[in-house]
């Protein structure tokens, strides 16, 4: 591997390759690389940044000529810190976000095809003249290749899936052979002709190569949509809520995310232009919201529909419902984050159980917390439609001295054996593995699997030059 001694003359030939744009190496370009979104917090030698697809593969070249490791990074929006550099001011960045664009939009088809370095945004933008969209919603504005090094979920997971289920082909850069271009841009939705090699890529974090290009299956944009905040008659009853909203709007229903007391109301404490839409509040509350690409029509109007189905809910399943603007209440499930993080200190987690036991779930945890972990706080929500649970604690300043790292990590271990070993669950929902989950990976994955995750690691990448997440400890296995 590289040492700091060679690190100026890298430097130099990158900026030759690339040019004074594509090389970043001072301390104020690199900073905004470095640190990820939540976790990794690194110093990279420089961030390269590429703008084309061969520039890219001339890098990977170098780097591994040099036997320097790269460290792809997206829009940098990603909580598990896969895409930041470590601390030895060795690694390069490779940033994506000059490759960019969408190449190609076939309405009939609906299929795009766009690089790595396209925004979500930007991408739902060129969509919206066919009518069309990529519905994986999310807080942040993450790059596509971003998205499929992580396989990112979002709050409407319920309808149309992850982003696994709406890829339908891509292109990465290999870094054995350096360099070497995999083309695996299928179009097609039906296509069983062998392995399907793309799914080595989505959800790897970057471990077995760079992603370039993504090919997707997109889908008609909404016409009208309905949504209500929701109160039910218990927590428990929130499992038959959801199954009743499922028989009844089958395909309709996008979005089922739950939203608790503490979380509403640290919205509504630091955003006072939100306005409270129960009073008192209530334990929990669930934003169900229906869409449909059909026009509103006399005889089809989902908010209509969605009224008279509240209505006969009430009493045996539902306590109170708010029905709003889709804007309007949408505002307050994605200002949870923000607004839970002036709170205190942040113990986040990101576990997924099976959706029928979340409520039972959740009493065990917050039981647990309360009895060995007295004085945190619960702002939980999530995707209760999906079986996701953004089950975040709070340390309250006054007690932040009681709870050194490793009483956190010990609360964190035990939750997470509550969720994977007890309700068999994940420990990771949405947000991958990364450097972040890699003893919660170790911990929780099954010895066969880890060694079967090593052997591919070492076969995509056997110098170990990709990326800062491991899948198991693969390279001790290649020993």
Known sequence: MADMGDIDLIRQRIS???GSQGCLSAEEQRQPYEKGARYGDGQASCIARPASVEEAAELMRLCAREKIRIVAQGANTGLVGAASPDRSGLDVVLSMERIKGVIDIDPVDRVVQAYAGTRLSDLNQALKQHDLYFPIDLAADPSLGGMLAANTGGAR??????????????????IDPPGQRLDLTNRLRKNN??????????????????ITRAVLQVHPLPQQCATALVVPASLQAAALL??????????????FEGISHNAMQSVLQHIPSIQAPFDPLPPYAFLIELSSARPRSADFDLEKL?????????????????IDKPEILWRIRHAITDSVRREGKVIAFDIAVPRSKLATFRDEAIALLERRYPGVKVFDFGHWGDGGLHFNLVVPQQLVDDFPPQRIHTLRQEIYDLAVRKYHGSFSAEHGVGPFN???????????????AARMQTVFDPAQLLGVTRFGSPFDSAA
């Not at 028989?247 to 979005?255: H, V, W």
């Open 16 to 18: 030759d390759l690339l």
């Open 157 to 174: 997971l319920i309808r149309y899936g992850d982003v696994r289920h709406n890829v339908l082909g891509l292109e990465a850069l290999l």
């Open 193 to 210: 002709t062998g392995p399907d090699w793309k799914q080595c890529f989505i959800g790897s974090g970057g471990a077995y190569g760079i």
């Open 242 to 255: 959801l199954r009743d909203a499922e028989r009844n709007f089958s395909d309709f229903l996008s979005a």
């Open 306 to 322: 969605f009224g008279a189905w509240l209505e006969a809910g009430f009493g045996d399943l539902i306590l109170d419902a708010v």
């Open 438 to 452: 890699q003893q919660f990976y170790e911990r929780y994955t099954a010895p066969e699997s880890l060694a079967l």
